[in-house]
C-alpha cells in the first residue's frame, strides 16, 4: 500500500517544485514560514514535496472536524486512515480523496500494520477517544511520526509520562487538542494574567463540563453479537482497558462516563481549561499539590492549591462565563474571564480591552506562535520546536484532572507532589496513578 | 471539544440520571473481593473484584489473581490487580508464571514485571528476548529497559544485531530507556557507549538517529558541544535538525555561538532550523548573527531570521527592523513591523518617534501605524505634532491612533485642532475623537440616576434579594460605585458566588450592569466633566462654520442636549 515517491500534485493538479513554492512563500509573506520538506528528512531521502503527509487515526465526529480543520492548511496532504471501524475509514477516505481530487487515501484496520507500513508520513491525526490517546500516541512516536492527539490525551498519570518521554526520546513534535491556548481573547486573559497586570493573581477559575459525571460508572453495557472484524473490530477497539462483551452504543459514543474509558467531567473540559489556567498562573511545569474533596458527585467547587498558594477552583455551572471551557483569574489589580463564543473577554475594567490588541500580538511576537492551533503544529513539524500544547503542558494539566479525579474518587483531600509525580502519604491514592494494560497493548 | 445544543445536553443529563448507579468500585473487604475471586462468580464480578485490589489489595491477594492468570478474559484484570500491590510476592508470582503463560498473556506478565522493575526477572526476560512470538520478544526488550541496568544493556546489546526486523525498534527501545536511566547517574559512560553505538548503525530510521544524537550530545555534558557542532557540519538534513532539535535543551552561551557561527556554512533549509532555535534559545547573544541574516539571501530565511530576532525581545534590534520596514520583500517587512508593534522599551518608543520626522511619507505612516499598535503613551506628543502634518495622510491616521491614547490632558489641544482643521476629513476624525473622549471621562450625576431594579444573589434563577431601595440609597447619597458583597446586601445564597444585577436610568437613558459578588459595579453613563464642556463652549464661539457645527455635535452628544 505504499505510495509511489514522486512530485506531489497539489489540489489543482498543479505540480509543485520545491524551489518554486519556497520562492512564492517568502515573498508572499506566507506566515508561518516554511520549511522545504528536505530538512524533514524522511527517513534520509531527499523528499522534493511541500506537503505534510499527515494520517488519521480513529476518527470520529471531532476527528473529523479537526481534520477538514487541517485540511484548510495547504501544505498538508491526508494520505491514510487508521480507524477500528470500517464506516468511519469509508468516510474519512471519502472526505480526503474529494479534498485532494485523488483516490490515493489508504485505509487500515491495525494501527500496527498502518504504523509499520506508512513509514512515508509525517504526521498523524489521533481522536480515537480517552482510552486510546496516549497509547497510539506513544506508538506513532515511536515510529517516527509527530502527533495532534485530541484531548483527554492520557487515562492515568503514568501514561501522560510516558508520553512526555517519549516524545523526547524520539525529538517528535506533539500537540494536544487544547485549541483555546492559540485563541485570541483566552490568549488575551493568559497573558493578562501572566504578565502582572492583574497583580499576583490569587484565584483561576476553571470550568468543567456540565454532563457526566466525576463518579464513573463500572458497569457493562448488556452483550450484543459482535459484528465482523471488518465493520468493527471489538478487541482493537478496547486496545488497552480491560475486556468487556460487545455492545454498539460505546462505540457510537457511549463510551463516555464508563471508569475504563473516560475520563470523567473533569477530564472532558478540564483537559482544555486547566491548560488555560495553569498557563495563565505559568504553572503549566506543575500540578496543584493540594485537592480539596467536594461532597457532590462532579467536583463542582474543589480547590485545588498550587505550591505557591495559588488556588485554581473547578466549576461546572456559569456563575464565572456564559459559554463552554471558560475560565476566569483573578488578581487584586482586577480580573479577566473568557468562554467560547465570546465577543470579547469579560474584563473588570474596559481600559483593559484597550490593549487587546497589543497583548495578543506581543504574544505572537514573543512566541512566534499561529493564533491557529493545528497551524502552530504543522509550523512545529517543520521548524522541529514545541508547540503550545506540547506533551509537557498536556501532562501537567492531565496529572491535574487525574489528581482531581483521583480526589473525587476516593471522597476525601489528597495531597500531591508534582515533581516525583506522587500523593503523599497516600498509597491508596499512588496506586491509581497507572492501570495495568491489557496485552498485548502494553508500553 | 464538543460544543452540545442545550437538547443535546439535556438528553445527556437526563441518560445519567437514568443510568445505572456507580457498581464495582465499593469498598468491600479484601476477603470477601478473594472469595469472589475463588468462587464460581461471573467473569464481571471477578473483574470488579480485581478492579478494587488493584486498590487496595494485599499479599493475600496473590494466590487467587495468580490463579487467574492463564484465564482466556481474566488474565488482564488479574495482572491489573497485582501490578500495583506492592509486596515481593507479586513478583514471584509473576516470574513463576514467566514458565507457564503463552502469546498475550505470557507478554502481559513480562510487561508488569517491566513495570515493577523486577530484576530478578533479568535471567528469563533476557532468555525470552529471542523468542518466536514477536509480542514476547518485543516485550521482553521494552522490560528489559525499564530496568536499565548493566545486565539488561548487555542482553539487549547481544541480541541487537540478531534481532528480527519486527523486534528490532523494540530492542532499540530498550536501549535508549537503559541509557536514560544511567544518563542520569554515575553510569554516563555507559549510556554514551550506548547512544554512540546506536549512532553507528546503518539504516536506522530518522527517529533512531535523532535518539542516538540527542542522547549522545547530552550525555557527555559540555564535551557534548563538539558533537553537535559536528553534526550543524555534516549536510545531514536528519543530523542539522537534530542538532537545531537537541540545542533548545542545551544551555549556554557557546552553544548560542555555536549556533551563530554555523549560520553562514548552512543551506537555507539549515539556516532557517538554526534560526528558529536561536529565537526559541532566549539568549540575545545569538541576536546579531540574526539580524547579518536579515540582510540578504532568500527571502524565506530573511522572514525566518527576523521573526527569530523579534522572539529575543531586545532593544537593540531596533536600528535593523527599522531599516527593513522599507524592504521590497513583503514578507520581511511585515516581519519587522510585527516585531516592532510588540518590541517593548522606550528605546523602541524613541526610536518609533523619530521615524515621524523622516523625509519619506511612507515611513512618516508607518510610524504612526506602529504607535497606535503600541499603545505608547509617551509617543502621544509626536502624535500631535504629526496631526498638523501637511501630509493629509499622516494628519489623519496621527487622529486615529490618538484614540485610546489621548486623556483629558490633551483635550483643549485637540478642541484647537478641530477650530484650525484643514479638511473635512481631519474634522470628521476630530470629531469622532473628542467625543470618545468626553465618553470615557464622562462621570453622572448622582441626581441623575434612578435605580430601577437591583436583585443580588444566585442569579440568574437562584436565590436572590431585591435590594433596590438599598442601593438607590447609597447613590442618593453620591456613591456610584457599588460593593457587591454580602456586608451591603447580606447572604441570600449562602455557599454561591452570587451577582449583582442593577437596571438604572441616567436621564432617561436605560441601563443594566452586572458584577459578580466581590466587585465593585460602576454606574456609567452621563456628561463630560464640566472643564470639557465650557472649553468646548468657549472654542464654538468664533470657530468657522464647519468647525463649530462640528463642536455642537460633540456637545449635544455628551450633555444629551444642544447647548
Redesign the interface.
Given at each position: 500500500m505504499r505510495e509511489k515517491r514522486g512530485l506531489r500534485k497539489d489540489s489543482s493538479g498543479t505540480r509543485l517544485s520545491r524551489r518554486s513554492f519556497v520562492k512564492a512563500a517568502g515573498a508572499a509573506l506566507a506566515v508561518p514560514v516554511f520549511l522545504p520538506a528536505r530538512a524533514l528528512g524522511r527517513d534520509g531521502v531527499v523528499w522534493p514535496s511541500d506537503r505534510i503527509l499527515l494520517g488519521g487515526i480513529g476518527l470520529g465526529g471531532r476527528g473529523t472536524g479537526v481534520m477538514q480543520w487541517m485540511l484548510n492548511e495547504k501544505d498538508v496532504q491526508f494520505l491514510a486512515i487508521c480507524d477500528v471501524r470500517k464506516e468511519r475509514r469509508l468516510d474519512i477516505k471519502r472526505i480526503a480523496d474529494q479534498r485532494h481530487f485523488s483516490k490515493d487515501c489508504a485505509m487500515y484496520g491495525d494501527i500496527h500494520e498502518f504504523l509499520a507500513e506508512r513509514t512515508d508520513l509525517d504526521a498523524v491525526l489521533i481522536a480515537t477517544g480517552d482510552r486510546w490517546h496516549a497509547l497510539a500516541s506513544i506508538l506513532a512516536m515511536r515510529a517516527g511520526k509527530d502527533v495532534y492527539s485530541e484531548k483527554p490525551s492520557s487515562m492515568t498519570i503514568a501514561e501522560g509520562r510516558a508520553v512526555v518521554e517519549t516524545a523526547r526520546r524520539y525529538g517528535r513534535v506533539y500537540q494536544t487538542g487544547t485549541q483555546r491556548l492559540s485563541e485570541p481573547n483566552f490568549v488575551f486573559c493568559i497573558e493578562m494574567a501572566r504578565s502582572g497586570r492583574l497583580g499576583k493573581v490569587h484565584t483561576a477559575y476553571a470550568h468543567i463540563a456540565p454532563w457526566d459525571a466525576a463518579e464513573m460508572r463500572h458497569d457493562w453495557l448488556p452483550g450484543q453479537p459482535e459484528p465482523s472484524k471488518e465493520d468493527v473490530d471489538w478487541e482493537n477497539w478496547l486496545g488497552p482497558c480491560p475486556w468487556r462483551p460487545y455492545n454498539g452504543e460505546y462505540v457510537r459514543g457511549g463510551w463516555r462516563g464508563h471508569y475504563d474509558f473516560h475520563t470523567s467531567c473533569i477530564g472532558e473540559w478540564g483537559a482544555h481549561t486547566f491548560a488555560q489556567a495553569q498557563a495563565g498562573i505559568d504553572a503549566l511545569d506543575t500540578s496543584p499539590v493540594k485537592y480539596q474533596y467536594v461532597p457532590n458527585p462532579t467536583g463542582d467547587g474543589m480547590v485545588t492549591v498550587f505550591a505557591n498558594g495559588v488556588k485554581m477552583i473547578l466549576s461546572r455551572g456559569d456563575k464565572y462565563w456564559r459559554g463552554s471551557c471558560g475560565m476566569r483569574f483573578d488578581g487584586p489589580d482586577g480580573w479577566v474571564s473568557a468562554a467560547d463564543g465570546y465577543p470579547q473577554p469579560d474584563v473588570s475594567s474596559p481600559d483593559m480591552l484597550k490593549d487587546f490588541a497589543k497583548v495578543v500580538q506581543t504574544y505572537v511576537a514573543r512566541t512566534q506562535r499561529s493564533l491557529n492551533h493545528v497551524r502552530d503544529f504543522f509550523d512545529c513539524v517543520r521548524s522541529r520546536r514545541p508547540t503550545v500544547a506540547n506533551p509537557e503542558v498536556m501532562h501537567n494539566s492531565m496529572a491535574t484532572v487525574h489528581a482531581a479525579n483521583i480526589c473525587m474518587w476516593l471522597k476525601r483531600d489528597v495531597r500531591y507532589d508534582p515533581v516525583k509525580a506522587e500523593f503523599i502519604d497516600d498509597p491508596e491514592a499512588n496506586r491509581l496513578r497507572s492501570r495495568g494494560m491489557r496485552d498485548p497493548w502494553i508500553i | 471539544?464538543?460544543?452540545?445544543t442545550s437538547i443535546t445536553?439535556l438528553i445527556?443529563?437526563a441518560s445519567?440520571l437514568c443510568?445505572?448507579p456507580?457498581?464495582?468500585?465499593a469498598a468491600e473487604s479484601e476477603d470477601s473481593l478473594i472469595a469472589v475471586l475463588n468462587s464460581g462468580a461471573p467473569d464481571?464480578e471477578k473483574?470488579?473484584a480485581c478492579?478494587v485490589l488493584?486498590?487496595?489489595g494485599t499479599a493475600k491477594a496473590v494466590p487467587a489473581l495468580v490463579a487467574l492468570l492463564g484465564h482466556e478474559?481474566l488474565?488482564?484484570?488479574a495482572?491489573?490487580?497485582?501490578?500495583?500491590i506492592?509486596d515481593p510476592a507479586v513478583d514471584a508470582a509473576l516470574r513463576a508464571a514467566l514458565g507457564k503463560l503463552q502469546g498475550?498473556?505470557l507478554?502481559?506478565a513480562i510487561?508488569?514485571l517491566g513495570?515493577r522493575r523486577d530484576l530478578s526477572a533479568m535471567g528469563s526476560l533476557a532468555g525470552l528476548l529471542q523468542a518466536g512470538d514477536p509480542?514476547v520478544a518485543q516485550?521482553a526488550a521494552?522490560a528489559l529497559g525499564s530496568f536499565g541496568t548493566q545486565a539488561a544493556v548487555a542482553a539487549l546489546q547481544d541480541v541487537l544485531p540478531r534481532a528480527r526486523p519486527?523486534n528490532r525498534?523494540s530492542v532499540i527501545?530498550g536501549l535508549?530507556r537503559c541509557a536514560?536511566s544511567m544518563g542520569a547517574g554515575p553510569e554516563r559512560a555507559g549510556a554514551t557507549a550506548i547512544y554512540d553505538r546506536l549512532r553507528g548503525l546503518k539504516e536506522a530510521?530518522?527517529?533512531?538517529?535523532?535518539?542516538a544524537f540527542?542522547g549522545a550530545v547530552l550525555a557527555r555534558g559540555d564535551a557534548g558541544l563538539s558533537v553537535l557542532v559536528e553534526a550543524l557540519r555534516s549536510r545531514?538534513?536528519?543530523l542539522?535538525?537534530?542538532a537545531?532539535?537537541?540545542s533548545?535543551e542545551m544551555r549556554g552561551a557557546d552553544v548560542t555561538k555555536s549556533l551563530a557561527d554555523a549560520l553562514g556554512g548552512l543551506d537555507?533549509?539549515?539556516q532557517?532550523?538554526v534560526a528558529?532555535?536561536l529565537?526559541?534559545r532566549g539568549d540575545v547573544a545569538g541576536l546579531p548573527a540574526l539580524l547579518a541574516l536579515t540582510k540578504k539571501g532568500?527571502?524565506?530565511?530573511?522572514?525566518?531570521a527576523v521573526?527569530?530576532a523579534?522572539?529575543l525581545?531586545d532593544a537593540s534590534a531596533v536600528p535593523a527592523f527599522v531599516g527593513l520596514l522599507n524592504d521590497p520583500?513583503?514578507?520581511?517587512a511585515?516581519?519587522a513591523r510585527?516585531?516592532l508593534?510588540?518590541?517593548?522599551g522606550r528605546e523602541v518608543d524613541a526610536a518609533i518617534a523619530a521615524m515621524l520626522n523622516d523625509a519619506d511619507p511612507k515611513t512618516r505612516g508607518l510610524a504612526i501605524d506602529l504607535i497606535g499598535?503600541?499603545?505608547a503613551t509617551g509617543s502621544v506628543p509626536a502624535l500631535l505634532k504629526a496631526a498638523q502634518s501637511d501630509d493629509p495622510l499622516v494628519r489623519i491616521a496621527s487622529i486615529r491612533a490618538l484614540g485610546?491614547l489621548a486623556g483629558a490632558k490633551e483635550f483643549p489641544v485637540l478642541v484647537k485642532l478641530l477650530v484650525a482643521s484643514r479638511t473635512a476629513a481631519d474634522r470628521d476624525a476630530l470629531e469622532k475623537l473628542l467625543v470618545d473622549l468626553c465618553a470615557a471621562n464622562s462621570r453622572p450625576a448622582a441626581g441623575d440616576v434612578v435605580i430601577r431594579k437591583a436583585v443580588y444573589g444566585d442569579l440568574p434563577d437562584g436565590k436572590s434579594a431585591d435590594v433596590t431601595a438599598k442601593v438607590a440609597e447609597m447613590v442618593k447619597q453620591g456613591s456610584l460605585s457599588i460593593d457587591a458583597t454580602n456586608t451591603n446586601f447580606g447572604d441570600p445564597a449562602q455557599g454561591?458566588?452570587k451577582?449583582l444585577l442593577v437596571e438604572y436610568t441616567i436621564r432617561g437613558v436605560a441601563r443594566t450592569e452586572t458584577v459578580?459578588e466581590g466587585?465593585s459595579l460602576k454606574i456609567k453613563g452621563g456628561k463630560a466633566p464640566q472643564a470639557f464642556i465650557e472649553i468646548l463652549k468657549s472654542a464654538a464661539t468664533g470657530a468657522p462654520a464647519e468647525a463649530k457645527g462640528a463642536l455642537e455635535r460633540i456637545l449635544q452628544a455628551t450633555t444629551g442636549k444642544a447647548e
Open positions: - | 471539544m464538543h460544543k452540545l445536553i445527556v443529563a445519567l443510568a445505572p456507580p457498581c464495582g468500585w464481571k473483574a470488579d478492579l488493584a486498590r487496595i478474559k488474565s488482564h484484570m495482572r491489573y490487580a497485582l501490578e500495583p506492592p498475550r498473556a507478554a502481559g510487561g508488569s513495570v509480542q516485550a521494552r519486527e525498534l527501545e535508549l536514560e530510521p530518522h527517529q533512531v538517529r535523532f535518539a540527542r545531514d538534513p536528519i542539522i535538525r537534530a537545531a532539535r537537541t533548545l537555507e533549509d539549515g532557517i532550523l528558529e532555535a529565537g526559541k532568500e527571502p524565506i530565511v530573511r522572514v525566518a521573526r527569530a523579534s522572539e525581545a520583500v513583503e514578507g520581511v511585515g516581519a510585527a516585531g508593534a510588540a518590541l517593548e499598535q503600541r499603545r485610546g454561591i458566588t451577582k459578580n466587585e
